[in-house]
């Protein structure tokens, strides 16, 4: 997915180290998703998708500001109940401002189909600058096929790698106020994670890690009536 003249509308985002988060310049030739062969990117071109600067800066800073009350109160922790974070804190949540809800409205709008019923609850994930999510397909038991994602506060890279075929690969940048969207075959048959600050790498290019919020949309598993998975939703 070559960025093209989506630079440019980046420009204003990605600069080192504004008002005391992390970002990122605009990496030579700058693309969102590297894969291990053509095959590998020609397949999964609308199943494993990065829209960069789906947020404006106004609108992420909406978002932050609404979580950081609800995450305050919340310790970091280390461990996992199925073991897939460390160094995290997460929530959901179901009621949001207004100015929230119209932003999720269009994530809605850009990453599910119309037949496509949402998990009512939102899973937000705070991850602290040296925390990440190990290797793992989400269960099925706890969402359907499609999962989107919005990144606030630090760039991150995201690494997908085939289950029974792990020379297969793909790795998605995630900058600040971009969404993410895994649906298909890059939902089921391949592992995702997010990157260790001294893995993070995108090709050749360190991205360095910072604290990382992800407000994670889920569509509802297939047989299941509306409502929250039975357990909490594992990591994304």
Aim: charged share 25%.
């Amino acid at each position: 997915m070559v960025c093209g003249n989506m630079g440019r509308l980046l420009s204003g985002r990605l600069k080192m180290a504004v008002s005391g988060r992390l970002s990122m310049r605009m990496l030579s030739g700058c693309s969102w998703v590297r894969g291990s062969d053509p095959a590998v990117l020609s397949r999964l071109r609308d199943e494993a998708v990065v829209r960069p600067g789906f947020l404006s800066q106004a609108e992420e800073d909406t978002l932050t500001r609404e979580l950081e009350p609800q995450l305050r109160r919340r310790r970091y922790e280390y461990d996992h109940w199925d073991a897939a974070i460390h160094g995290f804190r997460e929530t959901e949540k179901f009621r949001w401002s207004d100015a929230s809800q119209a932003i999720l409205h269009r994530v809605q709008e850009a990453a599910f189909g119309p037949d496509q019923t949402l998990l009512s609850l939102v899973h937000v994930l705070d991850l602290e600058p040296r925390g990440y999510i190990k290797p793992h397909v989400d269960s099925v038991k706890f969402c359907g096929s499609t999962i989107a994602g919005l990144s606030l506060l630090s760039p991150s890279v995201m690494k997908l790698v085939h289950t029974q075929e792990p020379e297969q690969w793909l790795e998605l940048l995630l900058e600040p106020g971009s969404l993410y969207i895994l649906r298909g075959s890059a939902r089921y048959d391949f592992s995702h994670e997010i990157l260790r600050d001294e893995e993070s790498f995108f090709g050749e290019r360190h991205v360095p890690r910072g604290r990382r919020i992800s407000v994670i949309c889920r569509s509802l598993p297939e047989g299941m009536g509306p409502g929250r998975p039975e357990k909490p939703p594992p990591a994304s």
